[in-house]
């Protein structure tokens, strides 16, 4: 398993009417997980799609507990539980405190510039292999 | 079964640096959408919340097929399939042309100014029941 | 001059825990205009891009005045009231009803795929010579 | 003067199909680097609306010279120059290393929970002073 963490403070842009986060902003945070856990296996996104490949998200989904609300601090947990094979899948907690807000699931895929699929570049599985184990 | 679509144009805004709709977005159409199955069904969500009720996302998800793009002009479809008890169920397909480019889930509960879980307002319950057999 | 307007309706994700629209998104309801406004002309956005020119924001500002709320109608007024020459300029105003809520002044140059600066299209300046004695 | 900086990392979220930094994510960074100022200054934010009281932009306006792009590493900087009366002015700069990407002012006025201009908590004024003078 790799597991990573990034810390973020809610933007009043960030919430709505309702006085809470709008429930939207989650996935966008979720992506700032996905971009520090790159950085900490050593590969990071802005390099890979230097490289002309990309990682679009093919399937997501969040489970809301608790709102979040402006100005919290909150941690959003990525965890990598299983070794890619053609896709890759991230699971994420989001937490303030010691309570979890949220918890949402993510799958990717890597594309091309022409949008077909390719695999994993070697270096990220290398980098994986790596992070795994430490 | 209750279905109703919103017909939305593809905002620059909401693209990203690989040229397609940022993945999010996609539920900010989903909630356009089920805006507009509660003007059809006759109680519009504005009003639901002037009366202090609010309907909350718990959980939501998407699968992404084809990309939306600049410009796009996709229909919103949702559908409800089931009638409502404590919770309130949608499906949504994101169509272009003829293409389906994604597709949803999302569930919801109300609740009251204090945030405790109520039951759906019976105006909504009646209407619904009227629009089912519609 | 050239005037368009472009209706649109306030979604839930365009408001904050002020429960008023959160400034950042007039300039995308701007943006909803340019666009309307060029298609009006009969060059749409999208077909200026697909040729390599792109019309970026080069400053923008906004008046608020009246806040807009959640699930409003406004109506979202542009105007060319100079022709371009290197820059084109253009001046918006959010309306409801027969209240101004906003107004807004934006200018843009255009630039190729390497970002260098070029100067309008020509057949955009026809086309804009044709809409303003129209 | 008082001066503060906000350090961001730019969103894969924030960017547009022109692969630069959507213009309207400015708007949300400069809001950023306020709340910081005003945890600077000693009175976050979070506590004026605790206290019934809004800060509501009242003009914003933004001027780019150098695009932001994915992954950079900003510093927005916020400069209080005058000591606020009725209003207060903000001055802005998107710094990225040693390069100025654009720069922005905003005007803000106080409003009470039924949006009624009020004065600047006198707690806010008594503190600027002191910020103002270290």
């Not at 608790?66 to 959003?76: E, N, S, V, Y």
Request: proline share 4%; charged share 30%; net charge positive.
């Amino acid at each position: 398993m790799i597991h990573t963490s990034n810390n973020i403070r809610v933007r009043y842009a960030e919430t709505d009417r309702m006085d809470v986060v709008y429930h939207a902003n989650y996935l966008v945070w979720f992506e700032t997980a996905r971009i520090k856990m790159l950085d900490q296996i050593g590969l990071p996104y802005r390099e890979i799609e230097n490289q002309g490949l990309f990682l679009p998200v093919l399937n997501i989904s969040v489970e809301y507990k608790i709102p979040a609300r402006f100005d919290d601090i909150l941690d959003i947990h990525i965890f990598m539980t299983k070794k890619p094979r053609a896709r890759i899948h991230f699971k994420y907690e989001v937490i303030r405190d010691t309570e979890i807000l949220a918890t949402g699931k993510s799958s990717h895929g890597f594309i091309d510039r022409e949008r077909k699929c390719v695999r994993p570049p070697q270096k990220l599985m290398n980098l994986i292999e790596v992070a795994w184990s430490s």
